[in-house]
């Protein structure tokens, strides 16, 4: 039984910092990374991790967020620095196994606001 477990959202200021974490369980995956939804706005890649070291982001994204992943702990994290009211959103962690079935997390609320 595959299990996507997340953590670490929250409310934060603007210029303020979040790490999310996503621990996966059950399978082996090709693919870990998150992806975010705002009120009235579609689902969205925000980045993502190949089990070989490649990582994809959105230009939205791009130089204030980090993905990492630990393939031995089959963990994904998301380190939010520089944050906006933009990025608002709940993030949803998700997996892809190598016969490319797709997993996802509950997600988890990420609120940017002074």
């Known amino acids: 039984q595959v299990q996507l477990v997340e953590s670490g959202g929250g409310l934060v200021q603007p210029g303020g910092s979040l790490r999310l974490s996503c621990a996966a369980s059950?399978?082996?995956?090709?693919?870990m990374g998150w992806y975010r939804q705002a009120p009235g706005k579609q689902r969205e890649l925000v980045a993502s991790?190949?089990?070989?070291?490649?990582?994809n982001y959105a230009d939205s994204v791009q130089g204030r967020f980090t993905l990492s992943r630990d393939n031995a702990k089959n963990t994904v994290y998301l380190q939010m620095n520089n944050l906006k009211p933009e990025d608002t959103a709940v993030y949803y962690c998700?997996?892809?196994?190598?016969?490319?079935?797709?997993?996802w997390g509950q997600g988890t609320q990420v609120t940017v606001s002074s």
């Open positions: 991790s190949t089990s070989g070291g490649g990582s």
């Open positions: 059950g399978s082996i995956f090709e693919i």
């Open positions: 998700y997996a892809r196994t190598y016969g490319r079935t797709t997993y």
